[in-house]
């Protein structure tokens, strides 16, 4: 069912009463201490191939924006650091707040960040379904980039994205021909630990990737995040925008946090 949301009556406050593993052992986000972080020096450097021919398309599902690829084959995968194997791009998607001073869901030392992009892909070499995947402890990874406001004057392709999503009413457009690692930050050293998916059904099964590099996009992108819904609203007598779609960081419970870099 999909009647939970950011809101004070079906926030992330009460998810764990319809979805009692929003207090388990390994939930997403977590706060990144860094000075806890263990180096391992033993993890390769990860390693994104994407084929821009496999985006699909962009919708408006309801908690963000997301764009879709064609995941039947190995067209774009994701290898290296934590993962055995490659692991198949599925979606991306953001998270964002009302206002520029936070909104992201991972926390670096305590400190906010006002978005957060979310590059999400399944293990199809050990499951045979993203669903499947989406129930193993191994069986999701994604990579999780920090976004920073600079007010810069060139048209990132971010808003392309968003433009194609504000003028086809808001619901689904095609895509042609996008391929993500453009969004990706020149340096690829991260963190790494075992988590969750941060929405319901807040499945147990991510293995997270955190870019220590954020990428950059200005206020107006940002503010353009949060009027998105505003545009898609069916019901015109209750207009509202997706202001916040961020989860608070979540307990820790033991788990160890590593790091690619001293
Ligand atoms: C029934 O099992 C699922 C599994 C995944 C679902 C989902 C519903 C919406 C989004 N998803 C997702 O694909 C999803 C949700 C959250 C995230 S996140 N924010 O990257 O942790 C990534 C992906 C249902
Ligand atoms: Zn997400």
């Known amino acids: 069912m999909d009647n939970w949301g950011y809101a004070d009556h079906n926030g992330p406050k009460v998810w764990h009463e319809l979805f009692p593993l929003a207090n388990g052992e390994r939930q997403s986000p977590i706060d990144i201490v860094t000075k806890a972080a263990i ?3 033993s993890l390769p450097p990860i390693n994104v191939d994407y084929d821009p021919s496999s985006v699909k398309l962009i919708m408006n599902s309801g908690h963000t924006f997301t ?3 064609d995941d039947g084959e190995d067209k774009s995968v994701i290898r290296g650091g934590p993962l055995h194997g490659s692991y198949r791009l599925q979606q991306f998607h953001f998270h964002w707040g009302p206002c520029d001073d936070y909104g992201a869901e ?3 030392d305590g400190r906010d960040y006002p ?9 199809a070499e050990k499951f045979s379904s993203f669903v499947e995947a989406a129930q193993n402890p191994d069986g999701l990874a994604v990579l999780g980039i920090f976004l920073k406001v600079r007010n810069l004057i060139r048209i990132h392709l971010l808003s392309i994205c968003l433009i194609f999503l504000l003028y ?3 619901k689904q457009s095609s895509f ?3 391929d993500p690692s453009c969004l990706l930050p020149d340096c690829k050293e991260f963190w790494t630990y075992p988590g969750s998916l941060t929405i319901p059904p807040l499945l147990e099964s991510v293995i997270w990737i955190l870019l220590k590099e954020p990428i950059a996009v200005s206020s107006r992108q940002l503010s353009q995040f949060r009027s998105l819904f505003s545009t898609t609203e069916t019901d015109e007598s209750k207009p509202c925008c997706m202001e916040k779609n961020h989860r608070p960081v979540q307990p820790l419970k033991g788990r160890k946090v590593r790091a690619s870099f001293l």
């Not at 978005?115 to 293990?123: D, K, Q, T």
């Open 39 to 41: 180096y391992d020096p």
């Open 67 to 69: 764009v879709e690829f």
């Open 106 to 108: 991972h926390k670096v």
């Open 115 to 123: 978005a957060e992009l979310h590059i999400v892909h399944w293990n």
């Open 168 to 170: 086809q009413d808001g």
């Open 176 to 178: 042609t021909n996008f």
